[in-house]
C-alpha cells in the first residue's frame, strides 16, 4: 500500500522560500517517476515538476528556473525547493507517484502573500 505524506507548506511574503517534502511509505518510491502539482481555488490541478527515478526532471514554465524538485530514494522522500515565490504560487500542493495507477498525497498549503 502507498501512502504520500506533504509537509512544508505555510504562509510566506513574495520573494521568500519554502522547502516541501513528501514521505512515501511502501516498496515501490525508488523505482517511480514522482512529481509536485498544485492546484488553486477555482482552477485545475496543473504539473509543478516531475522526476524520473534516474534523476532527470522536467518544469512547468511558470516555475523554471525557481523551484528545484528532487529525491532521496534512501529516505522515501520527494523535496520541491520553491524560491522566488510570487502571490500566483499560491495553491495547495499535491505530491504524486505514478504507476499504473496516480497517487497522491492530501496536499500542503502554500500561500503566498505580504
Do not use: H
Given at each position: 500500500?502507498?501512502?504520500?505524506?506533504?509537509?512544508?507548506?505555510?504562509?510566506?511574503?513574495?520573494?521568500?522560500?519554502?522547502?516541501?517534502?513528501?514521505?512515501?511509505?511502501?516498496?515501490?518510491?525508488?523505482?517511480?517517476?514522482?512529481?509536485?502539482?498544485?492546484?488553486?481555488?477555482?482552477?485545475?490541478?496543473?504539473?509543478?515538476?516531475?522526476?524520473?527515478?534516474?534523476?532527470?526532471?522536467?518544469?512547468?514554465?511558470?516555475?523554471?528556473?525557481?523551484?528545484?524538485?528532487?529525491?532521496?530514494?534512501?529516505?522515501?522522500?520527494?523535496?520541491?525547493?520553491?524560491?522566488?515565490?510570487?502571490?500566483?504560487?499560491?495553491?495547495?500542493?499535491?505530491?504524486?507517484?505514478?504507476?499504473?495507477v496516480d497517487y497522491w498525497?492530501?496536499?500542503?498549503?502554500?500561500?503566498?502573500?505580504?
Open positions: 500500500q502507498v501512502q504520500l505524506v506533504e509537509s512544508g507548506g505555510g504562509l510566506v511574503q513574495p520573494g521568500g522560500s519554502l522547502r516541501l517534502s513528501c514521505a512515501a511509505s511502501g516498496i515501490f518510491f525508488s523505482s517511480s517517476v514522482m512529481g509536485w502539482y498544485r492546484q488553486a481555488p477555482g482552477k485545475q490541478r496543473d504539473l509543478v515538476a516531475t522526476i524520473t527515478r534516474g534523476g532527470t526532471t522536467n518544469y512547468a514554465d511558470s516555475v523554471k528556473g525557481r523551484f528545484t524538485i528532487s529525491r532521496d530514494n534512501a529516505k522515501n522522500t520527494l523535496y520541491l525547493q520553491m524560491n522566488s515565490l510570487k502571490p500566483e504560487d499560491t495553491a495547495v500542493y499535491y505530491c504524486n507517484m505514478r504507476r499504473t498525497g492530501q496536499g500542503t498549503q502554500v500561500t503566498v502573500s505580504s
